[in-house]
């Protein structure tokens, strides 16, 4: 018996395991050694730290990263603003036979792909797009405005892009909250904010920090839409990975990036959890 | 007058919830509404809370009119069927959160919270988690939480449901001590009649949306105003028959449509003819009746079952040639030890113990 379920572990672990090992360790444990890599002047291959030491020596590589991380977490906040009003609403608001509804329409637009649903956005937003065509015509403006390429347009559809990773935990923690409790709270003479900030919020808050965790790390690893719908001077920290790797053809600069990336989002995580002060075992449930 | 209904109305899509719904409570009262799940008493309950808008009448609370006051600025307290205690919080910090909203200093807060909780038997409890409370703690704790502000009344929405019978047995107790020690008025609904009866001042039953009686629980059980009181509240036989002859001492002679004959005594006018409904508490029906006690129906009845339950165990049993079960209790001073199933005995009850209602009031019961 005690063999039986040893052997029926190994079994369903393997390939758990062989995938975990063959596609992300061991690519992370190269990329780890190449990025303390560097041709020396005879072009030999050499140890060294200096593909770290550029980073913290070149201020656009730097600032580029404060800034990915920076409207990261923007985004993930504004995307938690929005979402939660929503959420609200479908779990709370909305009538029961709406709910499956409404939470359809959210999940809808994830059914193409995120390229086409950027491609909308620019159709809408470009110089000759739908809306500066009608904002023309109703004689709001008197010519065109570009409204694509900057950073408010590309937080704005870094947010949507989120949106469905938010609203999802939001509601799942909303649907779990008896409304009893809010009526309560209503009861003992509580308003709007406060039900809000001592109800609702320390309820829901495991699906906030899951919600979270997932828009923060997908919006810092964007490389799509900051690319597309950002100007020139709307540098995403993806954008200098690529180019390292890709355009310059430096793999090594391109690794210790990317290991810069990694460590950059797990602090934040971190942080976040520990300002929270939830656990990540907890949130994960 | 800490609480006036006046007319009060509301409609849920063609459906009446509670249909013109007067009443008074006046100031430190328990008073107790019981009615059957669906009735509208928690319609009714949350309309004095502030949750729902009557349609038609009028909530004064205090003589102040509470139309368009939100529940958050309403002065009563509402108790929750499932008490929602916020789960986030310790017990201190659920107490303090109505006073929080009201604005009191921090100082004032946790000396109003400590007291409140010695009041009501949890002192130093104020830093548990609620998961960490049993079912009658958890109760406390939401009762400490609304007296904690001093509301003019206290809402209760059968708080005492989930708990299991001998806690709630405790509670039931400890509740109506704990009300006339504070003097709050309270407002109680129930569907459990021995809740209703042991805890209030006046209960009000209702039914279908309105109210059938309001009276005190000693006069609700010996003189129910209407045949649903008279099912609901206590156990009764009932039997449906036709008066035979009116008498001019207040009684008459009824036979049943079983062609058993009755004589007792009537409340209101009758004539010989009506249609009437007859019931009898199954205490009032004597076991063997000493044959020299007179002015008592006499009859024979078999019995089916002896239905131990302590103090409160009754024989059920036929009367002779009739299926028609009855209720008859059964004191358990030893007297009636010999009493087996199918013995036939001879029962007696007072003309003055029945209670007779027309019965064109039935179609409401």
């Given at each position: 018996?005690?063999?039986?379920?040893r052997?029926?572990?190994?079994?369903?672990?393997t390939?758990v395991?062989?995938?975990?090992?063959?596609?992300?360790?061991?690519?992370?444990?190269?990329?780890?050694?190449?990025?303390f890599?560097?041709e020396?002047?005879?072009?030999?291959?050499?140890?060294?730290f200096?593909?770290?030491?550029?980073?913290?020596?070149?201020?656009?590589?730097?600032?580029?990263?404060?800034?990915?991380?920076?409207?990261?977490?923007l985004?993930?906040?504004?995307?938690?603003?929005?979402?939660?009003?929503?959420?609200?609403?479908?779990?709370k608001?909305?009538?029961?036979?709406?709910?499956?509804?409404l939470?359809?329409?959210?999940?809808?637009?994830?059914?193409v792909?995120?390229?086409?649903?950027?491609?909308?956005?620019?159709?809408?937003?470009?110089e000759?797009?739908?809306?500066?065509?009608?904002?023309?015509?109703?004689?709001?403006l008197?010519?065109?405005?570009?409204?694509?390429?900057?950073d408010v347009?590309?937080?704005?559809?870094?947010?949507?892009?989120?949106?469905?990773f938010?609203?999802?935990?939001?509601?799942?923690?909303?649907?779990?909250?008896?409304?009893?409790?809010?009526?309560?709270a209503?009861?003992?003479?509580?308003?709007?904010?406060?039900?809000?900030?001592?109800?609702?919020?320390?309820?829901?808050?495991?699906?906030?920090?899951?919600?979270?965790?997932?828009?923060?790390?997908?919006?810092?690893?964007n490389?799509?839409?900051?690319?597309?719908?950002?100007?020139?001077?709307?540098?995403?920290?993806?954008?200098?990975?690529?180019?390292?790797?890709?355009?310059?053809?430096?793999?090594?600069?391109?690794?210790?990036?990317?290991?810069?990336?990694?460590?950059?989002?797990?602090?934040?995580?971190?942080?976040?959890?520990?300002?929270?002060?939830?656990?990540?075992?907890?949130?994960?449930? | 007058?800490?609480?006036?209904?006046?007319?009060?109305?509301?409609?849920?899509q063609?459906?009446?919830?509670?249909?013109?719904?007067?009443?008074?409570?006046?100031?430190?009262?328990f008073f107790?509404?019981?009615?059957?799940?669906?009735?509208?008493k928690?319609?009714?309950?949350?309309?004095?809370?502030?949750?729902?808008?009557?349609?038609?009448?009028?909530?004064?609370?205090r003589?102040?009119?509470?139309?368009?006051?939100?529940?958050?600025?309403?002065?009563?307290?509402?108790?929750?069927?499932?008490?929602?205690?916020?789960?986030?919080?310790?017990?201190?910090?659920?107490?303090?959160?109505?006073?929080?909203?009201?604005?009191?200093?921090?100082?004032?807060?946790?000396?109003?919270?400590?007291r409140?909780?010695?009041?009501?038997?949890?002192?130093?409890?104020?830093?548990?988690?609620?998961?960490?409370?049993?079912?009658?703690?958890?109760?406390?704790?939401?009762?400490?939480?609304?007296?904690?502000?001093?509301?003019?009344?206290?809402?209760?929405?059968?708080?005492?449901?989930?708990?299991?019978?001998?806690?709630?047995?405790?509670?039931?107790?400890?509740?109506?001590?704990?009300?006339?020690?504070?003097?709050?008025?309270?407002?109680?609904i129930?569907?459990?009649?021995?809740?209703?009866?042991?805890?209030?001042?006046?209960?009000?039953?209702?039914?279908?949306?309105?109210?059938?009686q309001?009276?005190?629980?000693?006069?609700?059980?010996?003189?129910?105003?209407?045949?649903f009181?008279?099912?609901?509240?206590?156990d009764n036989?009932a039997?449906?028959?036709?008066?035979?002859r009116?008498?001019?001492?207040?009684?008459?002679?009824?036979?049943?449509?079983?062609?058993?004959?009755?004589?007792?005594?009537?409340?209101?006018?009758?004539?010989?003819g009506?249609?009437?409904?007859?019931?009898?508490?199954?205490?009032?029906?004597?076991?063997?009746?000493?044959?020299?006690?007179?002015g008592l129906?006499?009859?024979?009845v078999t019995?089916?079952?002896?239905?131990?339950?302590?103090?409160?165990?009754?024989?059920?049993?036929?009367?002779?040639?009739?299926d028609?079960?009855?209720?008859?209790?059964?004191?358990?001073?030893?007297?009636?030890?010999?009493?087996?199933?199918?013995?036939?005995?001879?029962?007696?009850?007072?003309?003055?113990?029945?209670?007779?209602?027309?019965?064109?009031?039935h179609?409401?019961?």
């Amino acid at each position: 018996m005690k063999y039986q379920i040893r052997w029926a572990l190994i079994f369903f672990l393997t390939p758990v395991l062989l995938w975990l090992f063959l596609l992300i360790v061991l690519p992370h444990i190269d990329l780890l050694l190449m990025s303390f890599r560097v041709e020396d002047d005879y072009g030999e291959m050499t140890w060294s730290f200096s593909n770290y030491m550029n980073f913290f020596n070149e201020p656009i590589y730097w600032l580029t990263f404060v800034r990915t991380a920076v409207y990261s977490i923007l985004v993930t906040f504004l995307t938690f603003v929005t979402a939660l009003p929503v959420a609200f609403y479908i779990t709370k608001v909305a009538s029961p036979r709406f709910q499956g509804f409404l939470a359809m329409l959210l999940l809808l637009p994830f059914w193409v792909s995120e390229l086409v649903r950027v491609y909308g956005w620019m159709i809408l937003l470009r110089e000759s797009g739908v809306i500066n065509h009608f904002l023309l015509r109703l004689g709001i403006l008197d010519r065109p405005v570009e409204m694509l390429y900057n950073d408010v347009t590309m937080v704005m559809g870094l947010v949507y892009t989120s949106m469905l990773f938010m609203s999802v935990p939001l509601i799942s923690a909303l649907e779990s909250l008896d409304n009893s409790l809010i009526e309560a709270a209503y009861d003992l003479g509580a308003d709007m904010w406060s039900i809000l900030f001592r109800i609702i919020i320390p309820h829901s808050m495991p699906g906030i920090v899951s919600g979270s965790i997932v828009v923060f790390m997908l919006t810092l690893g964007n490389y799509l839409t900051p690319n597309l719908m950002g100007g020139k001077n709307s540098l995403w920290f993806t954008e200098q990975i690529y180019n390292q790797f890709i355009a310059s053809f430096n793999w090594n600069q391109g690794a210790a990036f990317g290991f810069l990336l990694l460590v950059l989002s797990s602090l934040v995580i971190w942080t976040g959890l520990k300002l929270t002060r939830q656990k990540l075992t907890g949130v994960i449930k | 007058m800490d609480l006036s209904v006046q007319n009060v109305t509301k409609v849920f899509q063609e459906f009446k919830a509670v249909d013109n719904v007067s009443f008074e409570v006046q100031e430190g009262h328990f008073f107790s509404i019981l009615g059957p799940s669906g009735c509208g008493k928690t319609t009714l309950l949350r309309m004095i809370a502030g949750f729902i808008e009557p349609d038609l009448g009028v909530i004064q609370i205090r003589g102040a009119d509470m139309t368009g006051i939100p529940p958050n600025k309403r002065p009563v307290n509402l108790i929750f069927q499932h008490l929602a205690l916020f789960p986030m919080m310790t017990v201190a910090q659920n107490i303090a959160f109505g006073l929080q909203r009201q604005r009191e200093k921090k100082a004032d807060i946790g000396e109003k919270v400590e007291r409140i909780l010695k009041r009501v038997g949890l002192p130093g409890f104020g830093s548990k988690k609620i998961d960490q409370l049993s079912g009658g703690q958890r109760q406390r704790v939401a009762i400490a939480r609304c007296l904690v502000l001093n509301p003019t009344v206290l809402l209760l929405d059968e708080p005492l449901g989930a708990l299991d019978l001998k806690l709630r047995e405790q509670m039931k107790v400890e509740l109506k001590k704990l009300q006339a020690q504070v003097g709050t008025t309270f407002i109680y609904i129930t569907h459990d009649q021995s809740e209703a009866l042991v805890m209030s001042d006046y209960v009000a039953v209702m039914n279908q949306g309105s109210f059938e009686q309001v009276d005190t629980p000693q006069n609700l059980y010996h003189k129910p105003g209407t045949p649903f009181v008279a099912r609901f509240v206590g156990d009764n036989n009932a039997w449906t028959g036709k008066i035979r002859r009116c008498d001019n001492d207040g009684t008459a002679e009824i036979v049943t449509t079983e062609g058993q004959g009755f004589h007792t005594k009537i409340d209101g006018v009758f004539q010989a003819g009506d249609e009437v409904d007859l019931f009898l508490r199954p205490e009032a029906m004597l076991i063997q009746p000493d044959p020299s006690v007179s002015g008592l129906n006499r009859f024979e009845v078999t019995v089916r079952a002896i239905l131990f339950d302590g103090a409160n165990s009754r024989l059920l049993a036929n009367p002779h040639d009739s299926d028609v079960e009855m209720l008859i209790a059964l004191p358990q001073n030893r007297q009636y030890d010999h009493i087996r199933e199918n013995d036939k005995i001879e029962i007696g009850w007072d003309v003055k113990s029945g209670i007779c209602f027309p019965t064109s009031l039935h179609e409401n019961a």
